[in-house]
């Protein structure tokens, strides 16, 4: 018994002595923290003694953009927003700060809850974004009248001095209160900007930088007098890092003059890089309608305009690419191994193997007598059998395993899924694999049910952007890089940028076998479809493709004007540039893309155009194929024209001179 009572004594006493030593291990931290804070560490406890001193957010300067000559295509502007903080609005006139805001009290009432629901009483809200010269001006003189609970915050907004590359560059938006409850945003506080879309959202994390806040003393009128304690507590805002893309500015310009009064698109690619020289989606508006006070109500004119300018054509606009994708269907074959460059088909103006003859453009005797031939004369007939030899070969098993091995061949040159562009809201396109087959065709099919794919339609539809990487496939004979803007970023962040520097081989044909391929692409342009894309000196390979337009119109699928496409590189060897121009509702491509394509290369390639070329661009910018009841209920003629929109006239002048 004796000896359980002394076990007793030592536990409670060893339990009593660990309670001590905890409550007294708590006692030394707080005696610690408060002396680090109240004699090592002065900040806290100055600011919170110092009741005359004012505490403002220092914005940074935003990454500037520059294209691929170092030209300033992105640029800072300052302006500055009034911002509230409510709990601290107490005997201000408020009858003359709404005189000075022209607005009346109700509103000002109105934005005083708004700013307490958005970001509550105590906290910092803006309330009057962007503010005019003008109206600055004023308050500056008697802002000391409304503060604690008012003050100015320096804000910069987006300047575009090229006026051009609205969907490319995006535009930048005040964060909501949504956008801050996702973790996502926690660096973000009300208040702030951010990238919603283009080049400026997808590096949101390098343009943005970093706040900085600054205290100001303050005197008995609540007017700033200068830095609290000579500028000890301020933190210094960090500027974001400029990006430098592959842009050419000035052939992003003449892209757009050409597809004004047309819907379309162009994408130029420097195959050497995968570095995109310029994308217009047509038609387009001027970035700096999305800046400054006017951005909300420009926003929402534009979102609903009829012609659809918020739309990037270039990567989200899908098509059936024609004849322009004969070339890969070629490709396909050559690979492997089913045909030779001399192989021809007896064409005698239709494909009649399937029972349901598909059309030639041509008849004559010959004109598919070889590979290089039936791309120069586009026939159909030569192509679609192509496609049921590539699924139909025996080394496959089965017509299954063939069809699926082709939709992998179009998989591997960028077809129905996304490249991976470095600009948001890109689409994947289509291209049927054989589970689509089966799906559609409740598994009873053959190489006769879906042969219209060989030739480009059907079952097939690309973006531009697409076709502009399956030519830098070609004209780098069996490789590309994949498509992106930016190809610097100043002070490091190499690895955002590694996947854009690795190289995709995708077929192995021999540069002999595929100067067939290239040189029938040559013959398009030099005798062929093509002929209106030619640029003196330098051998251009292209391909024009007629894209079907079927829409559904009072409940009946009807045949509407075609769409254009033109596809092309050059020069032939060694080439530096690949583009795309597609013109909806526009015929054949070579009315229209073609001669625009050309209009780009000699510009890109020569940095000028030949006078030669004059009435081809003066028929370019007059020419308008948008439908005059799309066009009619658009405002967006008006909206341009606010910010100095040029004429025919004025453009001839600019690149010839009269």
Not at 205 to 227: A, C, E, F, S, W
Not at 261 to 289: C, E, R, W, Y
Not at 398 to 425: A, C, E
């Amino acid at each position: 018994m004796t000896h359980l009572l002394i076990e007793m004594y030592i536990y409670n006493h060893s339990r009593k002595r660990i309670i001590q030593l905890l409550i007294l291990g708590v006692v030394l931290i707080f005696i610690t923290r408060l002396f680090f804070m109240q004699v090592v560490e002065k900040k806290y406890s100055k600011l919170a003694d110092a009741n005359a001193v004012l505490r403002e957010v220092v914005y940074p300067s935003r990454g500037l953009i520059y294209d691929r000559k170092g030209r300033s295509i992105l640029e800072n502007d300052a302006m500055y927003d009034l911002v509230v903080t409510p709990a601290n609005v107490k005997h201000i006139d408020t009858t003359y700060l709404c005189e000075l805001l022209q607005i009346d009290t109700a509103e000002f009432k109105k934005r005083i809850l708004t700013a307490i629901i958005k970001n509550g009483r105590v906290r910092s809200s803006v309330f009057a974004p962007l503010l005019s010269q003008q109206i600055y001006g004023k308050l500056e003189e008697s802002m000391y009248l409304f503060q604690p609970g008012f003050e100015l915050v320096l804000r910069q907004i987006r300047f575009y001095p090229y006026a051009a590359g609205a969907n490319i560059l995006g535009y930048i938006s005040e964060v909501s209160p949504q956008m801050l409850t996702n973790p996502r945003f926690s660096a973000y506080q009300m208040g702030d900007y951010l990238g919603m879309t283009g080049l400026e959202k997808t590096y949101e994390t390098v343009l943005m930088g970093q706040r900085g806040i600054r205290y100001r003393v303050k005197d008995n009128l609540n007017r700033p007098q200068g830095p609290y304690e000579n500028g000890e507590f301020d933190t210094a805002a960090i500027a974001g890092k400029n990006l430098r893309l592959s842009l050419d500015v000035e052939l992003q310009q003449l892209g757009e003059r050409l597809m004004r009064n047309k819907i379309g698109s162009i994408v130029a690619i420097d195959p050497q890089t995968g570095g995109i020289l310029a994308m217009v989606s047509s038609p387009t508006f001027n970035p700096n309608l999305l800046t400054g006070s006017y951005r909300a109500r420009n926003f929402s004119k534009l979102f609903t305009d009829t012609t659809k300018p918020l739309f990037n054509r270039a990567i989200q606009g899908t098509y059936p690419p024609g004849s322009s994708m004969k070339p890969l269907t070629a490709l396909i074959a050559l690979d492997e191994g089913l045909i030779t460059s001399s192989f021809g088909y007896p064409c005698r103006g239709a494909y009649v193997a399937c029972n349901r003859p598909i059309k030639c453009e041509h008849s004559e005797p010959g004109h598919a007598a070889n590979l290089r031939l039936a791309i120069s004369h586009s026939c159909n007939a030569y192509f679609v059998n192509l496609y049921r030899m590539e699924v139909d070969a025996k080394k496959w098993g089965n017509t299954r395993k063939g069809h699926q091995r082709w939709f992998d061949y179009m998989t591997s040159f960028g077809l129905g899924h996304r490249l991976g562009i470095d600009v948001p809201g890109e689409y994947p396109g289509y291209v049927i694999d054989t589970i689509g087959m089966n799906k559609r065709y409740r598994g009873q099919w053959s190489s006769c049910t879906e042969l219209f794919v060989g030739m480009g339609q059907g079952a097939v539809s690309v973006t531009p952007l697409q076709m502009s990487n399956a030519m830098c496939i070609i004209a780098n004979h069996g490789y590309y890089y994949l498509p992106h803007f930016v190809s610097g970023i100043d002070n490091d962040e190499a690895d955002l940028l590694k996947k854009y520097k690795e190289k995709h081989v995708v077929a192995r044909v021999s540069d002999t076998t595929y100067k067939s391929v290239i040189y029938g692409m040559q013959d398009v342009v030099a005798s062929g479809t093509g002929r209106r894309a030619q640029v003196e000196g330098v051998m251009v390979c292209g391909k024009t493709g007629t894209a079907e337009n079927n829409a559904m119109v009072n409940g009946k699928l009807t045949k509407l004007k075609n769409h254009a496409f033109f596809v092309a590189f050059a020069p032939r060897d060694n080439p530096r540039i690949a583009i795309t121009v597609l013109v909806e509702n526009s015929g054949y491509g070579g009315t229209f893309s073609a001669p625009i394509a050309g209009l780009m290369i000699e510009k890109y390639l020569k940095d000028s155009i030949s006078v030669k070329k004059r009435e081809v661009m003066r028929t370019m910018l007059d020419y308008n194929t948008i439908d005059p009841v799309v066009r009619k209920q658009s405002v967006l003629d008006s909206l341009n024209g606010a910010v100095a929109k040029l004429t025919s006239a004025e453009i001839l002048k600019l690149y010839f001179g009269w």
